[in-house]
Every structure is written in C-alpha cells, then in structure tokens.
C-alpha cells in the first residue's frame, strides 16, 4: 500500500523568502504523485503533478516540485513567498496499476500548514 | 478536465438524522470516490463508488453508516446515517481521469452535526 508523510505540519516564512514543503512518498510502483493547495472554506485546487515525465515539475502560482525516486521525495517549491500563499497545502500520491493507469484514487498527507509574514 | 457539482454545499443537522450528499459529474467516470476532511485533518478516502456494484469500503468505514448509490456513469450519492457531532466534516466527492493522471474534486459539503 501506499503512503503519503509531510514533514512539518506548520511552516512559517517571511514574506520574499523560500518555501519549501516537504513531502516523503512510499510505493512499491512507480507512482504518480500531486501538490493540492486548500486556502480557509474553500475545496481543493491542484498546484502541481508527476506523472513520470519530467522529474521538475512546474505548477501554478510559481510552485515546482522535483521527483526524486532515490530519495522518495517530492517536495514543493516556490522561491519567493506571497501573503497570497497562505494555506494548507497536501501531497498525494495515487498508485498506477499494473496496466500503467490509475483511477485516480488518491492517498493524501497529513497537510501542512503555510503562514507567510510580512 | 472534469466538472463536479456536489449539494448541499452545506448544512447543520440534528443528531440522529441522516444526509444525503449528492455529487454529479459532467462526464462518465468509472469510479467515483467519497472522502472526509475531519476539523484540522487531512482526507481520508470513505469508498469507491463504482457503476452497477457495491461500493468498496476503507478500513474504518461501513455501508451502514455510509450508504452509497451509483445508478450510473455521471451520478452518485453519499449518505451520512444515523449522524453524531462527529460527523461534522467537509465530505468530497472526487473523480479520476486521463488514466489516473488527475483527480478532480467537487467543492466539497460541510457538514456540521448538533
């Protein structure tokens, strides 16, 4: 089974400075793996995705991400935060079948938290 | 791309009452799944809603409690039953596409049990 586990369930930068969110994955296939961002009351947004193509992956709102299967990592990036940012952010990973598609059945992390100060 | 409208978007409901959550895709998917976001938690998957079958468990979650429908390729139901306060939670719906590639999600129902 697969496993999604985000360091840090708060994260706190100042306005300008690096994000980075971190996200550790367990899979026994090669997964695809996402970023969602959920700001207060409101659903889920897809930020970015790896679907085994290029291991940099470029999302919206400036955010990358880079798939390292040696480390089993897939951890978020943007380099200079926004007030903007603030929200909740998840990783998930889904678990392609042994015919190369998935379903689309997702299991999440515990989200982390983004505070951005000005 | 894949268009989810779920209703109610919320509500507040007595204890011992049961809801129905109703989710309607603008296409046809083959599975659609249910998940809850506890208050400060992240999601966790309820069931996977497939056309013609009964729906499949996690671990953790029973028909009883959560009964779903799935009469065709674009439409299902999820029904809190026999509700307590905590089952106040945000539910989503969510769909798959481009084998696997996505995963779309309705804006959600909050749910608030008193």
């Known amino acids: 089974a697969q496993s999604v586990t985000q360091l840090g369930s708060h994260v706190s930068v100042s306005e300008g400075a690096l994000v980075l969110l971190r996200c550790n994955y367990s899979?026994?296939?090669?997964?695809?793996l996402f970023w969602y961002v959920q700001y207060p009351n409101q659903g889920l947004q897809l930020l970015l995705k790896?679907?085994?193509?290029?291991?940099l992956v470029k999302g919206i709102n400036g955010f990358e991400a880079e798939f390292k299967k040696s480390e089993t990592s897939f951890h978020l990036t943007k380099p200079s935060a926004h007030m903007s940012d603030a929200a909740e952010y998840f990783c998930?990973?889904?678990?392609?079948?042994?015919?190369?598609?998935?379903?689309?059945?997702?299991?999440f992390g515990q989200g982390t938290i983004l505070t951005v100060h000005p | 791309s894949a268009v989810i409208s779920q209703k109610p978007s919320r509500d507040i409901c007595q204890r011992g009452t049961s809801l129905t959550i109703q989710c309607q895709v603008d296409s046809q998917v083959t599975m659609m799944f249910w998940y809850r976001q506890q208050p400060g938690q992240s999601l966790t998957l309820i069931a996977t809603a497939n056309q013609g079958s009964e729906a499949t468990y996690e671990s953790g979650f029973v028909i009883d409690k959560f009964p779903i429908s799935r009469p065709n390729l674009t439409f299902s139901t999820l029904t809190v039953s026999n509700m307590s306060p905590e089952d106040s939670s945000i539910y989503l719906c969510?769909?798959?596409?481009?084998?696997?590639?996505?995963?779309?999600f309705g804006q959600g129902t909050r749910l608030t049990v008193v």
């Open positions: 969510s769909v798959g596409a481009g084998g696997g590639t996505e995963a779309f």
């Open positions: 998930a990973v889904s678990v392609r079948n042994a015919g190369g598609t998935s379903y689309g059945k997702l299991t």
């Open positions: 899979s026994s296939v090669p997964p695809y």
């Open positions: 790896y679907t085994s193509a290029a291991t």
